[in-house]
């Protein structure tokens, strides 16, 4: 299921994460956006990008945030 999926997911950021940048990879922009949402309502700062993001938005999201 996607929350058990997001739980692992979590498990392992925590594990692993050290303030550096983290890429996920998701199967659709529904997917992406849910991901981020729930990364963002567990305090990580976190962004989706996909197709219907424009170029300038994704080329923010990569360097910036």
Known sequence: ??????????????????????????????????????LQTEGYRSVAIHGDKSQKVTKFCLFIH
């Open 1 to 38: 299921s996607s929350n058990a999926s997001v739980s692992r997911l979590l498990r392992l950021i925590r594990g692993i994460y050290d303030g550096s940048k983290i890429l996920v990879f998701c199967q659709t922009k529904k997917t992406s956006d849910w991901v981020s949402r729930q």
